[in-house]
């Protein structure tokens, strides 16, 4: 699936699932909500805190698919392409960061 298949498919949903779209704000709401999840789930697996019984269930995978699906939502809504809009980010960075990251000592 592409990124432009996944807006497409996301828009498809909402618009006959979802019924429609939570309003921006909303929207920015929940990204931050689903955001958090998946930090709390990295602060335990990854990190030094330890999970509770109630989080045995977790999936690092899907609440990353929720942080993309609200951030799709997002885009869509405010009309972005997110396959131009990443292409522009990493042309960006690449020029950006063409060396910057080779002479770092803390990466070496």
Known sequence: MTIKDAQEIVDKWITT??????????????????????????A???GEQSFKKSDKDVNLADEMADVLFVLICLANQT???LTEALEKNMDKKSMRDAERHKNNEKLK
Do not use: S
């Open 17 to 42: 699932t979802g019924v429609r779209y939570f309003n921006e704000l909303t929207n920015t709401a929940m990204l931050m909500e689903e955001v958090g999840e998946v930090a709390r789930i990295m």
């Open 44 to 46: 335990r697996q990854y």
């Open 79 to 81: 009309g972005i392409d």
